[in-house]
């Protein structure tokens, strides 16, 4: 418990690293000719995302982000839910571009913390719930169709979620490991 409570930084860095990059993986892998593991890994991140194309970032194509008029154009009217790309129009990432924000921008606050982790405090609640609320009021615009949301507000509001997490969490969670090696 020692070894985890002195190194917890590192180890969330690390795993906060993995999953902020390997959303790019699928589709490396599926340009590549390796589409197998790329499937692999879009069927990982099913369950965590929604994954439609029209709110995924698209590698190796002519756009990094297509509407879901354009996709009906390059594809027609029945745009799979869950199309992953091909070779033209490019691939897609395993997550929608909310998570791709959400889970980079994790990733950067926790490595920002690194040098601020004896002087930063907590996020207080209402500046988290503050922070939270611009992927509240996006994601629920665009759910009940008030709205259809851009890649811009995608990745503002993600990132905001993103980095208020950390912000909120990695404070209180350095006062527990600095216990946790006080006490043993």
């Not at 490396?28 to 369950?47: E, N, T």
């Not at 959400?102 to 209402?126: K, Q, T």
């Not at 995608?154 to 950390?166: D, H, K, P, T, Y």
Request: positive net charge; hydrophobic residues 50%; proline residues 6%.
């Amino acid at each position: 418990m020692q070894a985890v409570a002195k190194h917890w930084l590192l180890l969330a860095n690390i795993v906060l690293g993995i999953q902020a990059l390997l959303p790019a993986a699928a589709p490396v892998l599926m340009a590549s000719g390796r589409s197998a593991l790329g499937q692999l890994l879009y069927a990982i991140y099913a369950p965590l995302c929604h994954q439609l194309p029209e709110r995924s970032f698209f590698l190796f194509g002519s756009k990094i982000a297509y509407t879901l008029q354009e996709l009906e154009h390059l594809l027609g009217a029945d745009v799979p839910l869950r199309y992953i790309g091909d070779p033209l129009i490019g691939y897609k990432m395993t997550v929608c571009q909310r998570d791709v924000a959400s889970y980079g921008a994790m990733w950067l606050a926790g490595l920002a913390f690194v040098p601020l982790r004896r002087r930063l405090r907590p996020l207080s609640l209402r500046a988290f719930a503050l922070l939270c609320l611009p992927v509240a009021v996006d994601g629920f615009g665009q759910l009940f169709g008030v709205w259809d949301s851009t890649p811009w507000r995608r990745v503002i509001s993600g990132a905001l979620f993103g980095a208020a997490c950390i912000w909120l969490a990695y404070p209180h969670v350095e006062a527990g490991m600095k216990d946790v090696l006080n006490t043993t």
